[in-house]
């Protein structure tokens, strides 16, 4: 499995690239704006879209049709996808812890730590329930069901927008405020039922 997850770094090589540009640039424009809230959510759905280009990758390069002749059985293969998680939004935390150890020495960005890390970890247990989503479509769909993750974005943003000018957001921060860990836990215990259904996914997916 080790080498399953090589494979999906090094194949994204280049794209890793643009990802840290991606990422470098919401930071800065985060900091520029004075609401630095924005980054983690912003480095949340940059991991997500990860998997979904790697899936991608895959495709194009037909790599589903030489990985039914690997010496692993399923599970195995569809656990390397899931453990790819660690190593993606593990890097996401360090930067996101990172930019919490600078936002005291820019005093011109105002906010609370509290705030922040509370914010960070509604932001990384939302992103695994989207995950614990998207892998089984993902497996079952493809790399072009990345318009499911399109779709769920649009729709947090719209709600978002819409209830900030209606009052409705405000309202809801306290509530929201309480459940930080929950979201975490649900999006951690998310993992297993979402990876036995992409076990089944794979195990009955034709190539």
Same mark, same amino acid.
Not at 101 to 123: F, H
Not at 177 to 206: D, N
């Given at each position: 499995?080790?080498?399953?997850?090589?494979?999906?770094?090094?194949?994204?090589?280049?794209? =890793?690239?643009?990802? &840290? %540009? !991606?990422? @470098?640039?919401?930071? #800065?424009?985060?900091?520029?704006?004075?609401?630095?809230? /924005?980054?983690?959510?912003?480095?949340?759905?940059?991991?997500?879209?990860?998997?979904?280009?790697?899936?991608?990758?895959?495709?194009?390069?037909?790599?589903?049709?030489?990985?039914?002749?690997?010496?692993?059985?399923?599970?195995?293969?569809?656990?390397?996808?899931?453990?790819?998680?660690?190593?993606?939004?593990?890097?996401?935390?360090?930067?996101? =812890?990172?930019?919490? &150890? %600078? !936002?005291? @020495?820019?005093?011109? #960005?105002?906010?609370?730590?509290?705030?922040?890390?509370? /914010?960070?970890?509604?932001?990384?247990?939302?992103?695994?329930?989207?995950?614990?989503?998207?892998?089984?479509?993902?497996?079952?769909?493809?790399?072009?069901?990345?318009?499911?993750?399109?779709?769920?974005?649009?729709?947090?943003?719209?709600?978002?927008?819409?209830?900030?000018?209606?009052?409705?957001?405000?309202?809801?921060?306290?509530?929201?405020?309480?459940?930080?860990?929950?979201? !975490?836990?649900?999006?951690?215990?998310?993992?297993?039922?979402?990876?036995?259904?992409?076990?089944?996914?794979?195990?009955?997916?034709?190539?």
């Amino acid at each position: 499995m080790k080498g399953l997850i090589l494979k999906d770094f090094f194949s994204m090589k280049k794209q =890793l690239k643009m990802y &840290l %540009l !991606l990422i @470098l640039g919401y930071m #800065v424009l985060g900091l520029y704006m004075k609401k630095p809230a /924005i980054i983690g959510p912003m480095l949340c759905m940059v991991g997500s879209l990860y998997f979904v280009q790697v899936f991608t990758m895959d495709e194009t390069c037909e790599w589903k049709i030489l990985e039914r002749v690997l010496p692993l059985s399923a599970g195995k293969i569809v656990l390397s996808r899931y453990l790819l998680v660690v190593p993606v939004f593990g890097a996401a935390a360090v930067l996101y =812890l990172i930019l919490n &150890l %600078l !936002l005291p @020495l820019l005093p011109a #960005v105002r906010t609370q730590g509290a705030d922040m890390g509370m /914010i960070g970890v509604l932001s990384f247990g939302s992103m695994l329930l989207i995950e614990a989503v998207l892998l089984p479509l993902l497996y079952r769909f493809g790399g072009n069901s990345r318009i499911y993750i399109l779709l769920i974005l649009a729709v947090f943003f719209s709600l978002f927008y819409a209830g900030s000018h209606f009052g409705a957001a405000e309202a809801l921060w306290p509530l929201v405020g309480r459940l930080p860990w929950v979201f !975490l836990l649900a999006g951690a215990a998310s993992q297993i039922p979402s990876y036995a259904l992409s076990v089944k996914i794979y195990k009955k997916k034709e190539f």
